[in-house]
């Protein structure tokens, strides 16, 4: 291993992180906005496209195998 790799760890965020959106104005959006700013693929999708999704979490992080 290197030395200019020694000693580094990965910062855990205090809190939420500040990105770049303006979540005061996507939370203030109506459906029909979303829809109407939407990709135009997205149009297609059926009502129900959603409806058997199942949410899958990441596990935990672990060393990687090389």
Same mark, same amino acid.
């Given at each position: *291993?290197?030395?200019? &790799?020694?000693?580094?760890? @990965?910062?855990? +965020?205090? !809190?939420?992180? &500040? !990105?770049? @959106?303006?979540?005061?104005?996507? &939370?203030? *959006?109506?459906? @029909? ?5 939407? +990709?135009?693929?997205? @149009? ?12 899958? &979490? +990441? !596990? +935990?992080? !672990?060393?990687?195998?090389?």
């Amino acid at each position: *291993m290197s030395s200019s &790799r020694r000693g580094l760890t @990965a910062r855990q +965020p205090r !809190g939420p992180s &500040r !990105g770049r @959106a303006d979540l005061k104005h996507l &939370r203030a *959006m109506t459906e @029909a906005e979303i829809r109407k700013t939407a +990709p135009p693929e997205l @149009a297609k999708l059926p009502r129900d496209f959603w409806k058997d999704a199942v949410l899958v &979490r +990441p !596990g +935990p992080r !672990g060393k990687r195998k090389r």
